[in-house]
C-alpha cells in the first residue's frame, strides 16, 4: 500500500479526542482515520506521568498494528507528558496538540499574557508554558486546572448554570490576570467554549488546540508529501479499550454526528 493512502492515526484517554479528530475530517476530507479512545482507563488527567506515559506506548503499539503513516496524540495531558519520551521511542511520526496550540497563542497575544486552562497532569507538567515561552520568552502565562470541566463536558452539561458557576470559580483568578489569550488545553474544552468565553470576558481570545492541531497535521503530510490524493473517499475507524455503547452514545457531543460502528480491543495485549 502505497504510503499516502495509508491512515492517520489518532488516540486519546476516551472519547475527548474526537473534538481533534473532527478538525482532522474537516480540514483533511480525503484522509483516512483511525481512531483510538482508551475509555478503559481513562481519564488521564489525574493520574501521574509515568502511568500515562506506559499507557501511550500501548495505543500507538496498537496504532501501529493497524498501518498508520501518522499517529496524533490528541490528548492533551500525554501530548504533555508523554510525546517526548514517546518520540523516543517509535520511529513513526508523531505530533501532538501542545506546540500547535502555543505557536497559535503566541501569533493572537498582543499584551504578552496567555492563560492556558487544561486537566491537573497537563498543568502541572508545565508543557503548554515552556513550549510559548520557547517561541518568545518575555510572554506571561499562567495557568490553571479545571479538572471538572471534563465531567461537566462529557455528562452534556454545556449550558447550564452549575457549570457557570463552577467556570466563574475556576476562571475567577485568570481574569484577574488580565489576559488576551486563552489556549482550551484539553480535548473536551471546545464543548464548553460559551461558557469559558462569557466568564473570561469576550475580549478574550480562545485558542482551540483540536483546530490547530489539524492545521499543522496538513502542514506536516504536505511537507512529507504523503497526503492522500484528493478525489478518494475517506473510510473512518474507531476502536476502544471499554464500553463501545457509552462511546457511541456520547460521540455526536463531541464530533457533532453520532458515530455509526466502534470495535472494542484488548489494549492490554500491546
Ligand atoms: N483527553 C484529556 C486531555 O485532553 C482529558 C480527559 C482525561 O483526563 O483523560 O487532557
Known amino acids: 500500500m502505497k504510503v499516502s493512502s495509508r491512515a492517520i492515526g489518532i488516540f486519546d484517554s476516551g472519547v475527548g479526542g474526537l473534538t481533534v479528530a473532527k478538525e482532522v475530517f474537516k480540514k483533511l476530507p480525503s484522509e483516512n482515520v483511525i481512531y483510538f479512545g482508551d475509555t478503559a482507563r481513562t481519564p488521564y488527567g489525574p493520574r501521574s506521568a509515568e502511568i500515562v506515559k506506559k499507557f501511550s506506548v500501548q495505543n500507538i503499539s496498537f496504532l501501529s498494528t493497524q498501518g498508520v503513516k501518522l499517529i496524533v496524540v490528541a490528548c492533551n495531558t500525554a501530548s504533555a507528558v508523554a510525546l517526548d519520551y514517546l518520540k523516543r521511542i517509535f520511529q513513526l511520526p508523531l505530533m501532538g496538540v501542545i506546540e500547535p496550540g502555543s505557536r497559535a497563542a503566541v501569533k493572537v497575544t498582543e499584551s504578552g499574557r496567555i492563560g492556558v486552562i487544561g486537566t491537573a497532569g497537563t498543568i502541572r507538567s508545565k508543557s503548554y508554558t515552556k513550549a510559548i515561552q ?18 461537566l463536558a462529557e455528562e452534556g452539561y454545556i449550558n447550564k448554570k452549575a457549570t457557570y458557576l463552577i467556570a466563574q470559580e475556576y476562571l475567577t483568578p485568570l481574569k484577574k490576570q488580565k489576559i488576551d489569550t486563552l489556549v482550551l488545553g484539553c480535548t473536551h474544552y471546545p464543548l464548553l467554549k460559551k461558557v469559558i468565553s462569557t466568564v473570561i470576558g469576550e475580549n478574550v481570545t480562545l485558542i482551540d488546540s483540536a483546530e490547530e492541531t489539524a492545521l499543522e497535521v496538513k502542514k506536516i503530510l504536505e511537507q512529507k508529501d504523503m497526503m492522500n490524493p484528493a478525489n478518494s473517499e475517506p473510510a473512518y475507524r474507531f476502536y476502544v479499550s471499554d464500553f463501545p455503547e457509552k462511546f457511541i452514545q456520547i460521540s455526536e457531543r463531541f464530533l457533532g454526528e453520532k458515530v455509526k460502528k466502534v470495535k472494542k480491543i484488548d489494549i492490554n495485549k500491546y
Open 134 to 151: 520557547k517561541i518568545d520568552k518575555k510572554i506571561k502565562v499562567f495557568d490553571y486546572p479545571c479538572p471538572l470541566f471534563v465531567s
